[in-house]
């Protein structure tokens, strides 16, 4: 027998058992510290709680009432740690960079009224 929480993710209440909660807990903490300087910061963890309480219910749908270990395992291997979001920026800027460091020319599309 394991001991469960309730909490509210994304505005959805949740069962979650002990261990399984220190594992979500963690996760969102980590996002949250990636996420605390950036601009509208609040509102990306509002989307993200809300993908997070999207995947859970998704996973819960077979009847099942409590959220385990295996299931917070699932929605970190779905949303990526935040270390991969960093190197996933880096890649976006880099490419960017580089682009332009090999001299590819961007054209400009303009309208014609």
Do not use: C, W
């Not at 300087?37 to 077979?62: K, P, W, Y």
């Not at 970190?76 to 682009?99: C, H, L, V, W």
């Amino acid at each position: 027998m394991n001991k469960t929480l309730t909490v509210n993710i994304g505005g959805i209440v949740f069962h979650i058992e002990e261990q399984a909660y220190e594992k979500m807990k963690k996760y969102i903490d980590s996002v949250k510290m990636y996420f605390k300087t950036s601009d509208g910061g609040d509102e990306i963890m509002q989307n993200v709680e809300g993908r997070i309480a999207e995947i859970l219910t998704e996973r819960l749908g077979g009847g099942r009432q409590v959220v385990n270990e295996e299931d917070v395992k699932n929605v970190i291997d779905t949303m990526g740690r935040p270390e991969q979001f960093a190197s996933e920026e880096e890649t976006k800027e880099t490419t960017y960079a580089s682009n332009i460091q090999e001299g590819r020319k961007y054209r400009k599309l303009y309208r014609d009224p």
